[in-house]
């Protein structure tokens, strides 16, 4: 039986991770900087591999994988990241990859995930449980399912994002993650508690879909319909049991943005830092932003979690 | 009487610029790299403060101003980034900036410069002779003309960006850098030489206005008209005294690139590497990829050189 993963699994996946996930940048804008009185810190996941985080979490887990599991090969369903981050996993460990993901990803994603060689399995996330599809999927095919966000293994390697943060610039008083399943936000959680306890730790959800913030708050998993939002890599409906229960150990608190914030967070980005960051990845900056917290004079870290948009999609929505 | 830079002072300019200039992070792209056969060290400049690499030599060339000239203030004449370039390092150094702009300069460039706190005088790049205007407009001000690429100063300056890329990646065999008045160019080829004796040096100028090229073939500085290129930050009429000399001695060759190659570049640059590079920026990566050197197994430094350029103008060429 899986258990909670701790700090010592996320130090473990940064050892397996070196040589192939990127160490990507963290940026400073003095423009933010003034405009909110802080210091801020900005952990570019948008300039990992695939394009976001998501690569850190399936290469920890399917490097984990045994003889046999390889041979199957590896199933997973995704909104988008995910499915990239398998398949460029499986292919880099010489594996069989195959991806159920919604009709509606966006288009980018479907071709970067065709084009790193997995099988794409398309479905539709407004009538289908997508959890059920892919449990029956992996029994027939003899492949080991690894879902999206509520796995020891993922979540220990997204964890490695906040700690290479951590490792870069020290301590901080406030770090902010977006939230969708949790992975993301269980991982950072893991490496704030133990190498910088005093931070805050808040995660961002789209205001459209506040499951984590109901969780939190009512002491268990709340299930919602799929959020409409621009945040496509947060239409989740609910919290993993992994994730919650790292959530509601280690996470202060849960903010929402709203998907106006979340494009003015994305212009921000593209003028003022020259970098394309997807509405997701914009949530965490939104919050900081937005949600009222005073960060006058604090050192603050903020997770930009990728940037695999549409580049129509991003002209339209930014420029 | 000025002379011509060398490494010491490239190096001098390094430890003014501490703590001042941002150390720009080096990107890796596995595509790139897989495209080209070779491993692709992207210097990005584009993160650099005010978006470019020019505040490198303006913040170098401003903080050696004795007190006299720091009360009397600054003139510059720009197509733009060394105009925000100098507007903010005069701010940071408090001391009054005026500066030269072109009237078809992008709207984004002027605001910026006018954000910085400078005042900007307009002028018609196509009718009127900008250095004989900068050179009346000082000597009636009792302001101080730095030049955007043939000063000293100016060239030690943009070389801190090559030296940064050097430390960071070791000896390259092949460095490609943007050119417009050979500052970048100058300072890059002096870094090299220092740090990277073998490394091939090639300035890449846009394919209308390849002045830069002839002033190497022939042995002596050509003159050209304005050229039409969408590589704003290129469009000089002549090598510097200074850069010429440099160029002559320590560059390898200058190649070109069509507009049609920068925008395949930009887009390149926003779809797989999630970041927002001005035309004058895809120069060196879009040379990379068409001038037809043999590449293969080398270790290559592309240094992108900023990336401003109006949101809806780079949705309307990438998007």
């Known amino acids: 039986m899986a258990s909670?993963?701790?700090?010592?699994?996320?130090?473990?996946?940064?050892?397996?991770?070196?040589?192939?996930?990127?160490?990507?940048?963290?940026?400073?804008?003095?423009?933010?900087?003034?405009?909110?009185?802080?210091?801020?810190?900005?952990?570019?996941?948008?300039?990992?591999?695939?394009?976001?985080?998501?690569?850190?979490?399936?290469?920890?887990?399917?490097?984990?994988?045994?003889?046999?599991?390889?041979?199957?090969?590896?199933?997973?369903?995704?909104?988008?990241?995910?499915?990239?981050?398998?398949?460029?996993?499986?292919?880099?460990?010489?594996?069989?990859?195959?991806?159920?993901?919604?009709?509606?990803?966006?288009?980018?994603?479907?071709?970067?995930?065709?084009?790193?060689?997995?099988?794409?399995?398309?479905?539709d996330r407004y009538t289908q449980d997508r959890e059920a599809l892919a449990e029956r999927l992996a029994s027939e095919r003899g492949m080991t399912l690894i879902p999206p966000y509520d796995h020891p293994d993922v979540i220990a390697g997204q964890g490695t994002a906040a700690k290479e943060l951590f490792e870069e610039v020290g301590e901080l008083d406030a770090l902010f993650v977006c939230l969708g399943g949790g992975g993301l936000l269980g991982g950072s959680a893991l490496a704030a508690r133990a190498l910088s306890p005093r931070c805050k730790v808040y995660g961002v959800e789209p205001e459209a879909g506040n499951d984590g913030q109901q969780s939190l708050r009512l002491g268990r998993i709340v299930d919602i319909a799929t959020p409409r939002t621009i945040a496509d890599g947060a239409q989740t409906q609910h919290l993993g049991k992994f994730t919650f229960e790292i959530i509601r150990r280690d996470v202060d608190d849960i903010l929402t943005a709203s998907d106006e914030q979340l494009v003015e967070a994305m212009r921000f980005f593209a003028e003022r830092m020259k970098m394309i960051v997807e509405p997701t990845g914009c949530l965490s900056f939104a919050a900081a932003c937005h949600a009222g917290l005073q960060l006058r004079g604090k050192r603050v870290g903020i997770l930009v979690s990728g940037g695999n948009v549409d580049l129509k999609r991003f002209a339209a929505l930014a420029g």
């Open 4 to 123: 909670i993963p701790t700090y010592e699994d996320v130090a473990a996946a940064a050892g397996r991770l070196l040589g192939h996930a990127h160490r990507t940048p963290v940026l400073r804008s003095s423009t933010a900087d003034s405009r909110l009185g802080a210091q801020l810190h900005f952990k570019c996941e948008n300039f990992q591999r695939m394009g976001a985080f998501k690569f850190r979490g399936a290469y920890n887990a399917l490097s984990r994988f045994s003889a046999g599991q390889r041979r199957g090969g590896v199933l997973a369903f995704s909104s988008g990241n995910h499915a990239q981050a398998i398949a460029l996993s499986a292919r880099l460990l010489q594996m069989p990859a195959a991806i159920l993901m919604p009709l509606d990803a966006p288009a980018s994603k479907v071709e970067a995930t065709i084009g790193y060689g997995a099988e794409v399995i398309q479905y």
